[in-house]
């Protein structure tokens, strides 16, 4: 290996640990908040977009009032559960869910992952619950509501 082959190697070690401290010290070291503004990585890489809400097909057993359009989306009423049927978006999409009380979602993670993912979602300090469910193929997402009471859920707009 001749000198400069070794000076080479050497800078590429130094920056490769350069990088790496600028990564450890530049993350943060909680949970975050799902519904903060994205890191600048994320800014940098430039998100996804969400998902139109005249793309999503409603089903609820039993059946339920027909789904409302309003400016925010597309407005769901239903008293045991519901089916969002997703159209292929053709990329990664964010499903944004909201509603004045709390409510439950079931959905595929994304990708090849044969991994289903469930949470009840509660309202925050401003009184909405929003979850944002990550989609980049057709795929269904389950609706619920816990206690057996009636849900309204907006699929959002954002």
Do not use: I
């Amino acid at each position: 290996m001749t000198g400069r082959q070794k000076l080479l190697l050497a800078a590429l070690a130094v920056l490769l640990v350069v990088l790496y401290l600028v990564a450890v010290g530049g993350g943060r070291h909680d949970r975050g908040d799902p519904a903060a503004r994205p890191g600048w990585l994320a800014r940098l890489g430039g998100g996804s977009s969400p998902v139109d809400p005249a793309t999503v097909r409603v089903d609820c057993a039993p059946p339920a009032p027909p789904p409302s359009a309003s400016p925010d989306g597309t407005v769901v009423s239903f008293t045991s559960g519901c089916l969002l049927r997703v159209a292929d978006p053709g990329g990664l999409r964010t499903l944004v869910l909201r509603s004045g009380a709390s409510f439950e979602v079931t959905a595929p993670a994304p990708g090849d992952a044969k991994v289903t993912v469930r949470d009840e979602v509660a309202p925050g300090e401003d009184g909405t619950a929003v979850a944002k469910v990550a989609v980049n193929r057709a795929t269904e997402v389950a609706l619920g509501c816990p206690g057996g009471g009636g849900c309204t859920v907006t699929v959002a707009r954002s």
